[in-house]
């Protein structure tokens, strides 16, 4: 199963979540409110019971998607996140686990609200199998989400 975690001011009608889409129509994109324990709450709804999830998460929901793989790591196969925000004050409360799980991030290099440079770290302490890559975007990467090999990205 692949799903889309949009970000905190976002939806699944946003620009990621309508091409995501026309990509892969049985891609699930719910949509997230609240708090991060009501999204959190929610997510969990939405995949009880799952296997075999390809996680991708872009900013907040890149957070989400960390938050699930770690509370749940046999159910995930992949992840891939787009300026993940593991630099959010809402990520200090959760107890880090390594993460085993192939995981993708995309991040860019004039992202002011997830920075590169306190994004990678945190990154490289979570993700045990981590391939990262710093694109000449800002934090929304309309720029560079289009052009993403997301078959590669999201085979197994």
Do not use: C
């Amino acid at each position: 199963m692949k799903i889309f975690l949009h970000g905190l001011e976002s939806s699944s009608r946003g620009a990621k979540g309508t091409f995501l889409r026309s990509l892969y129509p049985d891609m699930g994109i719910p949509d997230f409110k609240g708090s991060l324990a009501e999204r959190m709450a929610a997510l969990h709804d939405v995949l009880a019971g799952q296997k075999n999830i390809r996680l991708i998460g872009s900013s907040f929901g890149g957070l989400m998607a960390t938050i699930f793989a770690m509370e749940n790591p046999a159910a995930v196969d992949r992840i891939v996140l787009l300026a993940p925000a593991l630099n959010f004050p809402e990520f200090a409360g959760y107890t880090i686990h390594r993460i085993e799980i192939p995981t993708w991030m995309i991040i860019g290099r004039e992202d002011t609200v997830t920075p590169a440079e306190k994004v990678i770290p945190v990154a490289r302490k979570i993700f045990a199998d981590l391939h990262h890559s710093e694109v000449a975007d800002d934090h929304m990467l309309s720029r560079t989400f289009r052009e993403l090999d997301w078959e590669s990205l999201l085979s197994a």
